[in-house]
């Protein structure tokens, strides 16, 4: 056999409202079932961190948890597990049901909403979301009903083959299959009635229950002493409504009960009623005749295959019939004896061993067939969802740059927001950024590309709902969300996040200086991130310390090369008198946009110390500085050298920044916010083996080379103008062109493309779901 990978949706064992109900049972025991048989199957539980963790009764269900539906190795034969598949949002598994490497395998419960759409579907919403289910359902390859009626439904309402469906049944939980192993001996419930009739249901008209209290009540007005207890959690409305009849006085309610109470009264009770209208399987039937008991069932077809004889059915809505025929078994405990034996050796069929052989047999031998049916090498596809040039942001430059790579490897798809991308022989097609991206069957994968920029809302929003690898290119991503969702937005993040009150003002201080910020605020993507990829060790070491999460590393490359010829020294001559820089002059460069995190201030005070020490220094702000011209240059006219600082166009074409890269003689690059942060910058400095200054923080994150001099995170002037004064001895671009090849050899896009494709295809295992704290932080954010 070949060996066996089962991704399994889990998100019912999430969900509080099925892990400890049937379903959660159910999706237990099929696992452990996969588990006990094939001790080496790698299952992967799939988990939406929407929903919150899973449930503490199936932990270890599963070998790892992975917080996204993403796709996987299209070399290994898959399966793909939906245990509950008409519960939670269809499209997450969705996007893996059309894989070719795929097989996807379902567990059917029952089609009940369709049965009574006036209860379950009357508002369109649920209509429609419903329509969606059973349309995703179908497409799944094979079918495991929990019974035959639900099989026959599925063939009926579907047109599904019924060579794929697969009858399993529901096995008893472990407390009641304890008892049909051997003869039951439960304790007599305390001040139980010496003759009871016993309900366990839910508070669900589709129960029944009150035709089983008209029954209850004709009995006792026959003269009989009989007590009907109702197990199943009902509120206190219905219990008034039930109360409200002339046996009132002989019904009673029991709140929740364990299964060892259950059991006790399974075995006291003269009979169980089960008088649905409608049901996939019916668990009190089996469970009650592990216990011995008798169960009197209402004639529906999931009832009829666990009790096949007549005396103990009775058409559903006549209280008359079930009166007549609990009478009669009341009246007569040896026939009572003998029909119970016959449920209870029935019910023999319902164990975990025979529920999970039943289960294991189809899916082995479904999935053999699978893995052993030919497949067609075809050419990889990825979709990329990001930014893309003309877009005014360095992400979109550094995409394009990527995707130049990849598309050495793998066709490659485009979805951006950008209405007229430029042209790119690298994509294959450009599309509207859309839930397409996640959910067409002919990408194997999809990465969403993630900055602290307006570009990236849309992004955000929909890796929130899909999840899969997310490459998050900033440090940080307070400021976009505070943009996007406003300042109390990020500071209940905060609150959620630190543990403790956070005030608006504080928040307001953090996004004056981003240096003061006390976290990432990644919370928007993270959870859902898998991998998290990211360009700098610093990154990588903060996402591990504050989210317990270890994100994947990818050195950030050059996405701007020059040649050894283009910086030599008549190169550099032709780009200052281009410029108009002076032979004799210092030419100082801070390239990007001039921003506060810039520590702009700094350069210019550093600038003047050089001058007062007499070097000819003139500073140049290469990159937009309209927000904070005003301010910058009525601080260098303070400082006696406004005619020493210069401001560049607010956005130059690239022939004009490549030559300020030229013609500097020294760069400058801060950052005052840390979390080991990036800079395309600082990157362009280094390509062009230009002598630079950065804060230590930022200089490590890009590993740069010795020609990028450390200064404190938080230079002041004098420390600043010490570095320039140690950069400036570096001597010229020849003394750098070693370190400048050797990093442009090790910080190449084809290295990089090769990297992220290993990560793309097969990512390391990312222990989310299992980190308590972050989920704590994050749930309801």
Known sequence: MPPMRILADIRCLQDENY????????????????????????????????????????KGLCDTLRPAFVSIDASTPTILLSLSPMTHDTRLPAMLIDRPNVFPVAVVYDFIPLEFPQRYLAAQAAKFAYAAATTWLAAHRAFFPISEHSGHELVRRLHVARRDVHVTGVALRPSFASLLAAQPTVAVPADAADETMLFVGGPDPRKNLETVVEAHARLVAAGRNLELVVAGGYPQAWRDQCRGGPAAERIRFLDRVDDEELAGWYRHA?????????????????????????????????????VDDAACRFAASDACELAAKAAGFLDDPAARERAAGRQRAAAMRFTAEAVGGRFMDGLLERFEQFARRPRRSRRRAIAVVTPFPPDRSGV???????????AEHVDVDVYTDQPEPIACPAVRAFHPISSAAWLRPDYDTTLAVVGNSHFHTRIIELHQRFGGPCLIHDNRLAELTAWWKGADYLRAIAERSLDRPVKLHEVREWLADPGQLPSMFYEEVIDKAFPLLVHSRGIQE??????????????????????????????????????????????????????????????????ARLRAAGHDAQLHFVGESAAIRDELA?????????????????????EDYRR???????????????????????????????????????????????YVVRVPDRPDAASL?????????LGSRAATEPQRLEFAG????????????????????????????????????
């Open 660 to 706: 300020y890269l030229v013609a500097a003689d020294l760069g400058i690059q801060l950052r005052n916010h840390f979390f080991g942060g990036l800079s395309g910058a600082l990157l362009d400095c280094i390509a062009a083996g230009l002598p630079t200054v950065a804060n230590r923080d930022l200089a490590e994150a890009l590993e740069s080379p010795g």
């Open 634 to 654: 009525l601080q260098a006219r303070s400082a006696g050298i406004d005619r020493c600082v210069h401001f560049s166009e607010d956005w130059l074409p690239e």
């Open 396 to 406: 979109a430059d550094y995409s394009m740059r990527s995707i130049e790579a990849l």
């Open 19 to 58: 892990a400890g109900r049937g379903v959660g049972s159910h999706a237990a025991c099929l696992l452990e079932a996969i588990r006990d048989r094939i001790g080496t199957a790698e299952i992967i539980g799939l988990v939406d961190p929407a929903i919150g963790e899973v449930d503490h009764r199936h």
């Open 746 to 781: 090790e910080h190449s896009f084809v290295i990089y493309a090769e990297r992220l494709l290993e990560l793309l295809v097969e990512p390391a295992t990312v222990a989310h779901a299992s980190n308590t704290r972050h989920f704590r932080s994050t749930v309801g954010a």
């Open 542 to 607: 903060s996402v591990s310390q504050i989210y317990g999460i270890e994100a994947a590393y990818l050195p950030f490359c050059l996405y701007r090369n020059f040649s050894s010829d283009e910086i030599a020294e008549d190169a550099r001559r032709h780009a200052r008198a281009a410029l108009g820089v002076s032979p004799g002059e210092v030419m100082i460069v801070t390239l990007g946009l001039v921003d506060a995190v810039k520590s702009p201030q700094t350069c210019i005070d550093a600038v």
């Open 270 to 306: 003269r009979v169980t009623v089960s008088a649905s209208m409608a049901e996939g399987f019916s668990m009190p039937v089996v469970e009650a005749a592990a216990c011995g008991g008798l169960s009197l069932v209402s004639d529906i077809p999931a009832h009829r295959e666990l």
């Open 721 to 729: 103008a010490a570095g320039l004064e140690e950069a400036a001895r």
